[in-house]
């Protein structure tokens, strides 16, 4: 939509810059032509500077994202995160919004690796698992599941902080965040 109308700018430019031109040129000697020659750069001036608020508008209003599959991602929230005008607060911290067919949900930490990376125990556990080896009874889906994660039975709960510890050590730079707070298997590294 931008390039159009920008386009239709310098080309009108370009026009009314050909006319002008060949009026001072029909003028010569005449004192008016200075006058057509101001103008004509005037005229230009402004045509320019419409051409880059323009372009710096759209700039602003469609960002710049990164390449990849973090064009379709929601800006993940966060305090850097609310400062972005595109930016809305999440009801739960680290939420973003994944589609279901982005690349970015294929890098899941593995919390039995997190568990064990930070040095409390090799497997982790989610609420009515009956034992550190017996999955069968683990609670995936319930509200704020991604958040009930912890690495024994009666241990405190891994944080987003923990979390993005594990996603470090596999995508260098990378931060935990989940595509839907309740579902304890939604936790991606970005």
Known sequence: MFSGTISA??????ILFVIFGLLAIALDGKPERWAILGTVASVLAIVVSIAVAIIQDSREIHGNPSAGDRQSANLPSGP???HSKQAEPAPSPGVTSLPADSKLRKQIPGMDQICGDLGLSQHA???GQTSATNLSGRVIFAPGAAYTW???KNRPKLTRRDITHGCQIWYPGAKAYTWDPNSAYSWVCI
């Open 125 to 127: 556990w989610l609420p």
């Open 9 to 14: 700018i310098i080309w009108t430019a370009v």
């Open 150 to 152: 912890s690495c024994t």
């Open 80 to 82: 850097s995160a609310r």
